[in-house]
């Protein structure tokens, strides 16, 4: 009887869930199925057309030109999408304009750069990587969408997946660093944030995964350059982030500027039909560049913005950011037969399918809450969530004789640098949103702290010029009248804190750097200073890895305090006078020189590895092989002892536990990093990859144990011919608080 009772409820249960899920997909194929039946071709690429906002909507409509005409178009239901319209009323009106006057009232999505925060911003995307704590991140991802959707916004250009091994390319500061294993998972973490388990709530907005793809191996650093890279590259290294998003149930793509191996992305059908919409299932829809299929033509690729038009669409490029092209030329395309009309019904699908899931049909103006743009807008929560992201950001680099926390007794502290005085520089790049000069200056965040005596100068000065987006900052290379009264001021303190680094829009888009080195007069700065007292702190402040060999030869302790946000002054504050203990870890490899670059962790062995007794190895005669500082490295007050290593291994499933020990004065969080090594492969492996990783909180005196388990998920590789495969054979486990200091155990699966 029991078991009859028992398989009437599982068939009750079965039908209930799976019925909903069908019904509900079943639900939305049929509304979107019904209203492309009823669009005009002109309406379905409109769908696929997306124009920046371009005038106050709140006031007298343009009157002419281009303007005239975007107006018109939105009217007339023929624009899918804006994007850089912001705030609740703006957007209103904007969605108005379509809503109310197109034949079929479709609503537009409005899409916006929130890449680290909307109003309250936190850490650039390469800090928060160096948390290492997914829960931190996904959170300030939350933040941020509750603040923009509060705004009217539904669909953030965010996350930035591109990974990338070279520090000159600006746009290293956007995305989680070299390395794909933990690149996918903050990747993953970033999407839930921006999603959530409810897209159609207004708290919530639709993620965009880019730049699809291999961005981030532009050659020489150099922003939209030249990307050619070989197929384990590519599988391996550069489309796991991606994938990991459409796990995570990403809505839309971005594509990107470069061109991959010949094939300008924009246009690349393999990526974005056979391995994106294919491979992958992705649902959502892809949006270009800006300006990126016209750029087709400027590649070499297409002869003219037609085929621009004809050769996108086809690869799969299903919305136009502002090349305006599928608006001039698609629906001539379909009547010439050069583009079918199936790939217009598919691309406009995918685009109402997000706005379907967003719940643009059930209210067009879900997301515009005037009241509750007021309350949330940099509220205290919002303000503490970034104070928190920003302090778990901050990387230890240095700390001799445990020079570092400083205490708050009496002491004369000099503060010396252009940067600490600047409440925009700490915010970063993509900060559109953001109010200008938002930012806790590191001044202000150390004024706070009583029971020392501080005094500041300037130092020489590193920038002049507009601190904005659009604008190239010009740095100072002559003018060196603030050194004297620097070391002036260093003679007559105790400990001098310099902050030298870059500015916030010294790195980003179309902000590749030939040097690494500190940028301007800084480095003449910080020597002089040095020389008059050699009790420095540097507190860096930078958005890519700099080569500071000089610094780390000489001054006692260093801190990467990146471009932390809204609270970066109380986040580094709080860390040099150990209110906080630093927990940080590097995402991306500081070279020692320039010359190294692009410098990574995971590398190949090569035929001639190190070799003490021959000249004929992979080396430079004039510099190291090694980094300044390794991926995954980070120091803390404390001290950490990792011991019983225990390996093993059964039907290729590795179990794998450590012992860590705090051993110092603090109670503090470690990193615990596992990495392995596949020794003998037909595709050749790196010398290690990180498979797993574990932020402890462990207080001072205390042991924890910690465990991981290793699958053919983690052992494996992707062949040349894209094919996910394991091979049995030599493996070394190893786990250590960096890639470099590892305990390590080989096995044979
Ligand atoms: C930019 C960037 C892209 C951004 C887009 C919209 O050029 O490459 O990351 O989302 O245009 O601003």
Redesign the pocket.
Known sequence: MRILFFSCLFVLLYNTTFSQGTDASSKENQFISDLISKMTIEEKVGQMTQYTGFFDITGPAPISGDNRRKYDDIKNGRVGSM?NVKGADQVRAMQKLAVENSRLGIPMIFGY?VIHGYKTISPIPLAEAASWDLQAIQRSARVAATEATAAGLNWT?AP?VDISRDARWGRVMEGAGEDPYLGSRIAAARVQGFQGDDLSANYTLAACT??FAAYGFVESGKDYNTADIGTSTLYNVVLPPFKATVDAGVMTF?NS?NELNGIPATADKFLQRNVLKGDWGFDGFVVS??GSIDELVIHGYAQDEEHAAQYAANAGSDMD?ESHAYKEYLVSLIEKGRVDISVVDEAASRILRVKYRLGLFDDPYRYCDETREREITMSKENKDAALDMARKSIVLLKNDKSFLPISKSGKKIAIIGHLADSESSPLGNWILAADDNSAVSLLEGISKYDGNEYSYTQGVRLYEGREKFIYELKINTEDRSGIEQAVKLAKESDIVIMNLGEHGFMSG?ARSRATLSLPGLQQELLEAVYEANPNVVLVLQTGRPLTITWADDHVPAIINAWQLGTESGHAIAQVLFGDYNPSGKLPMTFPSSIGQVPIYYNHKNTGRPYNADLVFWSHYIDQTNAPLYPFGFGLSYTSFKYENLIVSSSQNTVEVSITVTNTGNYDGEEVVQIYIRDHHSSVVRPIKELKGFEKLAIKKGESKTVKFQLSEKELGFFNNQGKYIFEPGKFSIMVGPNSTDLMEQVIEL
């Open positions: 994007l750069d250009f930035m880019k730049h971005m500027f560049d800006w950011m888009e």
